[in-house]
T-cell receptor
């Protein structure tokens, strides 16, 4: 089983719908991240959480919200989806201390299409 | 603010040829540098990392990268490319303060798509 699991892997939804992307991890890491990937733009950070009670906005958080239900679970929600949120979304985790906390482990991604 | 630039959007090489993917970063303090690879339909996998010490770092799959502080570069190299190396490659920088304490966030470059011809 994958250490970082994202569900669903693919999702098609309509404009205005609320949608939740889920991420769970078995690595025992405290830190979790949500990114979106767009062609030619690389990965951009949406939200990150350094522990269950510490959630922070990334560079492109508008239109998104997150929930850290447990150490192992970090969900991303689109409250009212719009077409320009069509992208590939990645969840990642990292350790808490030392230089190794820069090493992020990624899930396989969720491909979201908003029509 | 830190930033990463990968000047080449798409590179095509023949199988067996050498490869160099360029990465330039902008950051005032100690950078932590990474190369990740994304195969089609897959997540990102760490190829190699630079934290400190020897500026030439070895990674998985026969890749290496050299940190050049004077040029703010961290280029990825492989002496002989295999067809299975076709993928998208991302350079990333992680920030730290002057004392070397990491903040734990990464900034990614735009990515370079590698195509390998037989």
């Amino acid at each position: 089983d994958a250490d970082v699991t994202q569900t669903p892997r693919n999702r098609i939804t309509k404009t205005g719908k609320r949608i939740m992307l889920e991420c769970s991890q078995t690595k025992g890491h405290d830190r979790m991240y949500w990114y979106r990937q767009d062609p030619g733009l690389g990965l951009r950070l949406i939200y990150y959480s350094f522990d269950v009670k510490d959630i922070n906005k990334g560079e492109i958080s508008d239109g998104y919200s997150v929930s850290r239900q447990a150490q192992a679970k970090f969900s991303l929600s689109l409250e009212s989806a719009i077409p320009n949120q069509t992208a590939l979304y990645f969840c990642a985790t990292s350790e808490t201390s030392g230089p190794a906390k820069n090493i992020q482990y990624f899930g396989a991604g969720t491909r979201l299409s908003v029509l | 603010a830190q930033s990463v630039t990968q000047p080449d959007i798409h590179i095509t090489v023949s199988e067996g040829a050498s490869l160099e993917l360029r990465c330039n970063y902008s950051y005032g303090a100690t950078p932590y540098l990474f190369w990740y690879v994304q195969s089609p339909g897959q997540g990102l996998q760490l190829l190699l990392k630079y934290f400190s010490g020897d500026t030439l770092v070895q990674g998985i799959k026969g890749f290496e990268a050299e940190f050049k502080r004077s040029q703010s570069s961290f280029n990825l190299r492989k002496p002989s490319v295999h067809w299975s190396d076709a993928a998208e490659y991302f350079c990333a920088v992680g920030s730290a303060n002057a004392g070397g304490t990491s903040y734990g966030k990464l900034t990614f470059g735009q990515g370079t798509i590698l195509t390998v011809h037989p």
